[in-house]
């Protein structure tokens, strides 16, 4: 079973976060996904919610998004929460 991202979600990411999202391909990722990075390390995914391997929800506590938008260093989650339309929600913080 094939999913991708639409470029319609990509489009989103890209001008509400004013980064440019790279297109690659992993299995581990399920198929196409979105990547940019940042001095080198990878801040954000942009993927399907799927698991090629499980063909289920990659993350299965949220089953409804078909798309999952992962971030790294977050400061203020708040404010990126208002950079993005309602068509995405903060779904889980990750302190350290």
Do not use: I, W
Not at 12 to 24: F, Q
């Amino acid at each position: 079973m094939s999913k991708q991202v639409s470029s319609r979600s990509k489009n989103e990411v890209e001008l509400s976060l004013d980064v440019a999202m790279e297109e690659r391909e992993s299995d581990y990722q399920g198929g196409v996904y979105y990547s940019h990075k940042y001095e080198g390390e990878e801040v954000a995914v942009l993927k399907v919610n799927f698991d090629l391997f499980d063909e289920e929800p990659a993350e299965q506590g949220f089953p409804e998004f078909p798309v999952l938008l992962y971030l790294s260093y977050v400061r203020d989650p708040l404010l990126l929460e208002g950079l993005l339309s309602s068509q995405f929600k903060l779904l889980r913080q990750n302190h350290q």
